[in-house]
């Protein structure tokens, strides 16, 4: 199997023999440690300050985008939302179901956040922003330095959702001023689905410890307290947690997060300098090193992504709804090589000369 999706992605060999091992019982001083270590390493990588903390909740990134949401705003907070592809709608939904008021901020399918779409809201009483500064489903990647300048001036409660654009992308959470960052397992860090990731400034912390989220699961009070001795309030995915120490712990050994960050963007590149001469046009406006979002001039993107899969072998991603038969996407993150990369040109060229593409 090639998985050039943008989720679950390809593990390393060690990732994936780790999980074929018997799960370990987890109230014990071992594996404490290894929840120590995922913190610091978390920490470390997404450059947080000194007392920001990290929680693993069990659960797939929504439920980081959830928990984040209900533990630090209310109905008497405004939120503005970057809403450019679903994520940004997930977060809309979000904001309707708690009762958050909230303002939208929609932005055309491929196109970016622009200075003047926030101008308007400056000096305009809002306390919070959502955004997914990578727009998986369309491959944009937002200006965080703009919005971060936007939210400091304003004085807004940030939140972002770097669930794909972790380890892709520079992130440097203290510089930026951002209060709480998300990720999840099965994007960069590499690993199954089934942890997602909340970095939580040290602001952030206290927001939370005096909010009452009305909720058990995803209380993260009671997530940062068990945190204190290495624990979680509940049984976590134990297994995926030992194979994010192991992954955290590879990329430290191999360079830390800028090797990791420069290795994706190498590989993008190269994808990118090798599908020139196809008859394919970049949809998105600012691209993330994670994803290539591909509007095929010649076929279906829907068509291209079956035809790979089941004659290939190889995983692209499609896209729903009404774009699934304008774009597709290719991604960048994952046990990827540019090699890989060549066998999924390969394929492309060969669609080309049996006339489908
Ligand atoms: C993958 C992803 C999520 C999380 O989706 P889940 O299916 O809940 O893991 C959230 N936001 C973005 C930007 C993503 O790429």
């Known amino acids: 199997m090639l998985n050039f999706t943008v989720g679950p992605v390809m593990s390393s060999e ?67 939302v970057v809403n450019g592809g679903s994520f940004g709608h997930r977060f809309v939904e979000l904001c309707q179901i708690h009762n958050i008021p909230y303002t939208e901020i929609t932005i055309e399918a491929g ?24 727009e998986t489903s369309t491959g944009v990647h937002y200006d965080i330095d703009m919005i971060s300048a936007f939210c400091r001036r304003n004085n807004i409660f940030l939140v972002v959702d770097a669930i794909s654009s972790f380890l892709a992308d520079e992130f440097n959470m203290k510089e930026l001023g951002v209060d709480i960052m998300l990720t999840g397992s ?31 699961y995803l209380d993260l009070k009671n997530a940062l307290k068990n945190g204190e001795r290495g624990q979680t309030p509940f049984t976590p995915a134990v297994g995926i947690l030992r194979q994010i120490n192991l992954r955290l712990k ?29 008859p394919f046009e970049l949809f ?26 089941d004659e290939y072998g190889i995983w692209i991603c499609p896209n729903g709804g009404e774009m699934a038969d304008k774009v597709f996407r290719v991604g960048h ?25």
């Open 14 to 80: 060690t990732v994936c023999s780790m999980g074929a091992e018997q799960v370990p019982y987890f109230r014990t001083p071992e594996f404490s440690e290894v929840m120590f270590e995922n913190e610091r390493l978390m920490k470390k990588f997404a450059k947080a300050d000194e007392n920001a903390r990290v929680v693993f909740l069990t659960g797939s990134g929504t439920a980081s985008m959830e928990a984040s949401i209900i533990n630090v705003y209310d109905e008497t907070d405004k939120v503005l």
């Open 111 to 134: 196109k970016t956040l622009r200075p003047e779409m926030l101008e308007k809201y400056e000096n305009a009483g809002y306390t919070g922003f959502l955004v997914n500064v990578h």
């Open 186 to 216: 099965q994007k960069a860090l590499a690993c199954p689905p089934g942890i997602s990731v909340i970095v939580l400034s040290e602001k952030a912390v206290k927001r939370v410890n005096a909010h009452n989220c009305g909720c058990m």
């Open 250 to 278: 590879e990329i430290e050994e191999a360079g830390g997060v800028e090797s990791e960050i420069k290795k994706i963007s190498d590989i993008a590149k190269d994808f990118r300098s090798k599908i020139k001469d196809l």
């Open 284 to 309: 998105s406006e600012s691209m993330s090193n994670a994803v290539t979002a591909i509007h095929p001039l010649t076929a279906s993107a829907y068509d291209i992504f079956t035809v790979l899969k």
């Open 333 to 357: 993150i994952g046990a990827l090589t540019k090699e890989n990369n060549t066998t999924l040109i390969n394929a492309f060229k060969d669609l080309q000369k049996r006339r489908i593409i």
